[in-house]
């Protein structure tokens, strides 16, 4: 059955060495069943409801994946968008949670039309690289600031707007070892190096009386509390098209991106770049997404950590649906989620942050007109505190600064249009 499915052989791949990648798939990203319900709960989402939602979620777009496109890439709960979600969506503009997952469920579909049309090769082309870098390297930096914040590293200033903590707090020690931990086991390439990194400092915590121990294996929490609340009609106001907008564009080329960058390491790309069942995994991507909401979290994505499991030898889609199985598995560990300290989890944001940075080296620093949106863009999520923000800025600038310096036809026609549409939407909604 699972050689009719999966063609194992035709792969060149068996059913143990598909597992044990599954496994170590799993293991390098795991940390996301702690991190996620940490960072919705930010937006005032029930923690326990969250991390059911988050392995529910995960499971299901790994069978996706599986069964759709038969790739060994596994999906979750996406960082960076679940952060927009917590703190620029909800925090930030003041909207609810529902309302928050509605725009996740209709940029979900909204991704899921254009992946099964033309429409998203003509946007991927689109959009300059060095803008896509940009994103990329922003969110990073955008994650990289809210995990100095949960760590107490960071804390609001009214003079200087920011400035550090107490640097010989139980928290920012702890997120400092954390850190450093995580960075070594990484370098060392040792499996599950993050959420080592996690669960060292939880236990270091507890044993120290500086966080309370719930225990370790239970009935899996309730879904309920989150389970098909999204807000549709409050997501479909003319003010939240950005928001929609926020989600697709970075759901749309970050998973673009780790198809393609996980079909080269996998060798599965043809000799003239394009990718073999391209459109099955965009539309499990996309469907993820949409169930995603439905279930009860932020949008759900590909995972770049798969690569660790093709390097494992994983070639097929039972790859991923080990990691589904796994998952639905971590569905018991609810107790040890709640365990776990934000300032434990920050470490795993800050490190996430740091391997998203590294696309700034993608960007065409000769060219000042392609550095400088590149630069506004990528400075302006943290600064601002929104993934949105900065994408808006990003295009307006690039647009701009293309026609001041007589170079207007590098302006795609897309990419004009959409800063046009972004000016409007600051002048009419501010």
Avoid at 203 to 223: N, R, T, W, Y
Avoid at 351 to 360: E, G, K
Wanted: net charge neutral.
């Amino acid at each position: 059955m699972l050689e009719k499915l999966f063609k194992l052989s035709e792969n060149k791949t068996n059913v143990r060495t598909e597992l044990v990648a599954g496994l170590t798939t799993f293991l390098t990203m795991a940390y996301i069943i702690f991190v996620n319900p940490s960072i919705l709960a930010e937006a005032k989402m029930p923690f326990g409801a969250v991390f059911a939602a988050t392995c529910v979620a995960a499971a299901i777009g790994c069978f996706l994946m599986a069964f759709l496109a038969n790739y060994p890439i596994a999906l979750a709960p996406g960082m960076g968008l679940n952060a927009y979600f917590a703190f620029g969506v909800v925090g930030g503009m003041g909207l609810s949670w529902q309302v928050a997952l509605g725009c996740v469920f209709i940029s979900g579909v909204l991704f899921l039309v254009i992946s099964v049309t033309p429409i998203r090769e003509w946007i991927v082309n689109a959009i300059p690289r060095s803008l896509k870098m940009a994103i990329a390297a922003g969110i990073g930096l955008f994650l990289a600031l809210i995990a100095l914040k949960n760590a107490g590293i960071v804390v609001g200033n009214p003079a200087t707007l920011v400035a550090h903590g107490k640097m010989t707090s139980w928290p920012v020690m702890m997120a400092v070892l954390g850190f450093a931990i995580i960075v070594g086991l990484e370098y060392r390439r040792i499996m599950g190096g993050v959420i080592l990194g996690i669960l060292v400092v939880t236990v270091i915590s507890i044993l120290a009386g500086h966080q309370k121990f719930a225990g370790i294996l239970d009935v899996p929490p309730s879904i309920a509390p989150v389970f098909l609340q999204m807000d549709l009609a409050g997501a479909l106001q003319v003010g939240l098209v950005t928001v929609v907008f926020a989600f697709l564009f970075v759901d749309l080329f970050d998973n673009t991106g780790t198809l393609i960058a996980l079909a080269h390491r996998g060798g599965f790309m043809r000799p003239d770049g394009t990718v073999p069942r391209l459109r099955g995994a965009l539309i499990s991507d996309s469907a993820a997404a949409m169930i995603g909401a439905a279930v009860g979290t932020s949008t759900t994505t590909s995972y770049i950590e798969s690569a660790s499991g093709i390097n494992a030898g994983g070639r097929t889609g039972l790859t991923a649906a080990a990691v589904g199985v796994l998952f639905l598995l971590a569905l018991f560990l609810a107790p040890l989620a709640g365990s776990i300290p934000a300032y434990a989890t920050a470490p795993a944001l800050l490190y996430v942050a740091c391997l998203m940075a590294r696309s700034l080296t993608e960007i065409e620093w000769n060219d000042l007109t392609e550095a400088a949106p590149a630069v506004i863009t990528a400075i302006s999520m943290p600064f601002t505190f929104s993934i949105a923000d900065g994408i808006a800025f990003g295009f307006i600038s690039y647009a701009g600064i293309k026609i001041a310096a007589g170079r207007y036809r590098d302006v795609h026609p897309a990419v004009g249009i959409l800063a046009v549409l972004f000016v409007i939407k600051y002048v009419v909604i501010g």
